[in-house]
């Protein structure tokens, strides 16, 4: 059998790449539990990533983000349940996308790792302890790529580390030899091996102090311009996503709240939560802000409140907030910038 080699690299990305999508999430609902006692996890979330984009996803604690990631990627294990929705993956040169929702578990197999890849929060701690990095990473190969030889297995474990700015020889070192920067590194490199189309990162750098997290998304931003690589990164800092991300999606209680550039986000969030979660955080850099935190605490998701699911905790509370709940719907005349929030539409009279 004749396996095709891997490529060194894929054309770079240009500014997010002319915008054709790579991933489109549409109506995407997950419960954990069924019947009566099911929580809904996820509701009617509708997201796109384009091809060569970093995507920021934040939110607090509970909000979805993981579940959003392992639902996407297939992981989601019981009791979590995808009940609705598509999520629409576009092949490199295919004509129309398939639904990963419809994939057989033979074709399931393939889009991971091959098409898509996800580092989890707190990776850098799964390193098998007993292997050294060589073995580990050469294993991904092994696994995926049967027709490699075991030269090639080792020269692309070298080129990985390579990539991700770790010295060669480290190939033999166990993890417990490697800082736990170098053992995230080490996570994102055995996730770039079989050269995706997209990097999911789910919080992948919270155990790391504040400068190791940002050395290692420069560098993670480095290599999506060299290999072209999509990203969706997930944290709750808001700050991190401010300075790396294309684009920011907010989460709050199982939906999406806001979706902007990044940019639009840092300048003018629309939606007072989003407004709340940039004031919880420092800003690496610019002016200062006053830190003020949002009061409260997020919602129980067996005990959603009536209409809109931020509004008792919400500054700008008024008369449809606590009645009706706002969809995610675009800012009229505003490119790519949705929302959802009362202040932003025209709520319905009764
Ligand atoms: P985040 O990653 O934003 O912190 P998660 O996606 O982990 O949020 O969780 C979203 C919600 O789903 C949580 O509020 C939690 O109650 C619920 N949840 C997550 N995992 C499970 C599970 N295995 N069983 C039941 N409920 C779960
Ligand atoms: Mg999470």
Same mark, same amino acid.
């Given at each position: 059998?004749?396996?095709?080699?891997v490529?060194?690299?894929?054309?770079?990305?240009?500014?997010?790449?002319?915008?054709?999508p790579?991933?489109?999430?549409?109506g995407?609902?997950v419960?954990? +539990?069924? +019947?009566?006692?099911?929580?809904h996890?996820?509701?009617?979330?509708d997201?796109?990533?384009?091809?060569?984009?970093?995507?920021?996803?934040?939110?607090?604690?509970?909000?979805g983000?993981?579940?959003l990631?392992?639902?996407?990627?297939?992981?989601?294990?019981?009791?979590?349940?995808?009940t609705?929705?598509?999520?629409?993956?576009?092949?490199r040169?295919? *004509?129309?996308?398939?639904?990963?929702?419809?994939?057989?578990?033979?074709?399931?197999?393939?889009?991971?790792?091959?098409?898509?890849?996800?580092?989890?929060?707190?990776?850098?701690?799964?390193?098998?302890?007993?292997h050294?990095?060589?073995?580990q990473?050469?294993?991904?190969?092994?696994?995926?790529?049967p027709g490699?030889?075991?030269?090639?297995?080792?020269?692309?474990?070298?080129?990985?580390?390579r990539?991700?700015?770790?010295a060669?020889?480290?190939?033999d070192?166990y993890?417990?030899?490697?800082s736990g920067?170098?053992?995230?590194?080490?996570?994102?490199?055995?996730?770039?091996a079989?050269?995706p189309?997209?990097?999911?990162?789910?919080?992948?750098t919270?155990a790391?102090d504040?400068?190791?997290q940002?050395?290692?998304?420069?560098?993670?931003?480095?290599?999506?311009?060299?290999?072209?690589?999509?990203?969706?990164?997930?944290?709750?800092?808001?700050?991190?996503?401010?300075?790396f991300?294309?684009?920011?999606?907010?989460?709050y209680?199982g939906?999406?709240v806001?979706?902007a550039?990044?940019?639009?986000?840092?300048r003018?969030?629309?939606?007072p939560?989003?407004?709340?979660?940039l004031?919880?955080?420092p800003?690496?850099? +610019?002016?200062?802000?006053a830190?003020?935190g949002? %009061?409260?605490?997020? %919602?129980d998701?067996?005990?959603?409140?009536?209409?809109? *699911?931020?509004?008792?905790?919400? %500054?700008?509370?008024?008369?449809?907030? *606590?009645?009706?709940?706002?969809?995610?719907t %675009?800012?009229?005349?505003?490119?790519?910038?949705?929302?959802?929030?009362?202040?932003?539409h025209p709520?319905?009279?009764?």
């Amino acid at each position: 059998m004749i396996t095709p080699p891997v490529p060194e690299t894929r054309p770079a990305a240009s500014a997010a790449a002319g915008r054709s999508p790579v991933l489109e999430i549409r109506g995407l609902d997950v419960d954990y +539990g069924l +019947g009566d006692s099911a929580v809904h996890a996820l509701q009617g979330i509708d997201l796109t990533l384009h091809r060569g984009e970093v995507l920021g996803l934040a939110g607090e604690s509970g909000s979805g983000k993981s579940t959003l990631a392992y639902a996407v990627t297939r992981l989601l294990a019981p009791p979590g349940v995808i009940t609705g929705g598509e999520v629409r993956y576009h092949y490199r040169d295919a *004509a129309a996308p398939v639904d990963i929702l419809d994939l057989t578990p033979q074709e399931l197999r393939r889009f991971r790792w091959n098409e898509t890849s996800i580092v989890f929060q707190g990776a850098m701690n799964s390193l098998n302890p007993v292997h050294k990095v060589a073995t580990q990473l050469t294993d991904v190969l092994k696994t995926h790529r049967p027709g490699m030889s075991r030269a090639d297995r080792l020269e692309r474990a070298r080129e990985l580390l390579r990539l991700v700015g770790i010295a060669a020889d480290r190939l033999d070192s166990y993890p417990h030899q490697l800082s736990g920067g170098m053992r995230q590194r080490v996570m994102i490199a055995m996730a770039l091996a079989l050269d995706p189309e997209i990097v999911i990162m789910d919080e992948p750098t919270t155990a790391l102090d504040v400068v190791m997290q940002r050395q290692i998304l420069q560098q993670l931003i480095r290599l999506r311009e060299e290999l072209g690589f999509s990203v969706i990164f997930i944290t709750h800092d808001i700050s991190l996503l401010i300075e790396f991300s294309d684009r920011i999606a907010i989460m709050y209680g199982g939906r999406i709240v806001e979706q902007a550039p990044a940019a639009d986000i840092y300048r003018d969030a629309h939606h007072p939560y989003s407004h709340g979660l940039l004031h919880s955080f420092p800003a690496l850099h +610019g002016p200062r802000r006053a830190l003020t935190g949002i %009061p409260g605490s997020p %919602p129980d998701l067996k005990a959603m409140p009536p209409g809109c *699911a931020f509004n008792p905790r919400c %500054p700008k509370a008024h008369e449809p907030c *606590a009645r009706d709940l706002p969809l995610l719907t %675009p800012l009229p005349g505003a490119e790519d910038r949705s929302v959802a929030c009362w202040l932003h539409h025209p709520a319905p009279t009764r």
